[in-house]
């Protein structure tokens, strides 16, 4: 119980440090200072270590390091082809918004041998794969990837993928495509197990689409 209890404050901080970021450059600081002393405390063994250290890389990028994390993120990944090293290289391509560098590492085979088999862990990347195929309108890609990932995703991963493909479709002005869409996206939103919160915020997002 007092493990469950420490993971759980571990985890509120995690929020706390995610809503520092939000805010303006004057919270940085203390930010970071949360963010080290919550690193600190994990071991690569929890569960909160990879999403902690995500976050500190993702601070950096931020705070005007890109280049430096950029390139300890492909060197990492060229040395040793590993979840966790692709995990880092994409999500820096994703948080300095190099999308068109993300969908081409994609397609190299040991990135495809690593999210072949779609789950949990994983969903993350592919998430971010469907988001740049979208800041890139690359219809082609998207579709490629999609049929793949609705067979084997968790429902709310298929839902967000749809979501992002409806944005996709009003980027491409493809208006048919996204007003069948819509609906679908609705009564799936209905069965999802998300508060009522994130709910309303998703429907409010459909009907502005």
């Known amino acids: 119980e007092i493990e469950e209890l420490n ?6 901080q995690s929020w706390k440090v995610h809503i520092y970021i939000q805010k303006s450059r004057g919270a940085l600081e203390q930010a970071e200072k949360e963010l080290d002393e919550l690193r600190s405390e994990v071991t690569p063994e929890n569960p909160l270590f990879l999403p902690l250290s995500l976050q500190k890389q993702q601070f950096r990028i931020q705070m ?12 990492d990944w060229e040395q040793q082809k590993s979840f966790e090293t692709l995990y880092f290289y994409v999500a820096a391509l994703y948080d300095a918004q190099r999308s068109k ?48 990932y609705k067979e084997k995703a968790s429902e709310i991963g298929v839902f967000e993928m ?3 493909l409806a944005k996709l479709y009003k980027a491409l002005g493809m208006e048919t495509e996204k007003k069948q869409l819509l609906p679908i996206l609705k009564e799936k939103l209905q069965k999802l197990e998300l508060n009522e919160y994130i709910k309303n915020r998703y429907y409010e997002k459909i009907e502005a689409l």
């Open 7 to 12: 993971q759980r404050r571990l985890q509120l």
């Open 64 to 75: 005007g390091e890109a280049a430096t994390v950029m390139k300890k993120a492909k060197s």
């Open 101 to 148: 560098e993300l969908l081409q590492l994609w397609e190299e085979t040991e990135v495809q041998a690593i999210v072949e088999g779609i789950n949990e862990e994983n969903e993350g990347l592919w998430q971010m794969m469907f988001d740049s195929a979208v800041m890139e309108e690359d219809f082609v890609t998207f579709e490629h990837y999609l049929h793949a």
């Open 162 to 164: 749809e979501w992002e």
